[in-house]
């Protein structure tokens, strides 16, 4: 089983987004491992940040839920969070559910890892 996730950092307070890839179903148990990745790298000084779905095949409500929360906790921080997604499947129920106009969703976007 591969992990659900894996990241890049940049230097705290940096302009460059900490990279978090995110590998598998976008479940409830991926969706935990995505919150605490974000809350350990706020927690570091880092405000921006790009969440990869390049290797996800599928999420649900969980999911959905995990980034919700993902994205709360990083504008709080006054940071901001890009999703990175090419999958039609996936991107279909961002425009299903309204996320289109909760997230910047690009399926080209690079962040810098280090």
Known sequence: MTHPLSNAAGAPGSPAPVVLDLHGALDARAGATLTRAVRRHLVAGERHVLVSLDDVPSLDAAGLHALVVAHRLVRRH????????????????FRLTGLTKVFTINPTVVGEAV
């Open 78 to 93: 006054e940071g901001t969070m890009q999703v990175r997604c090419a999958n039609p499947q996936l991107l279909k129920v």
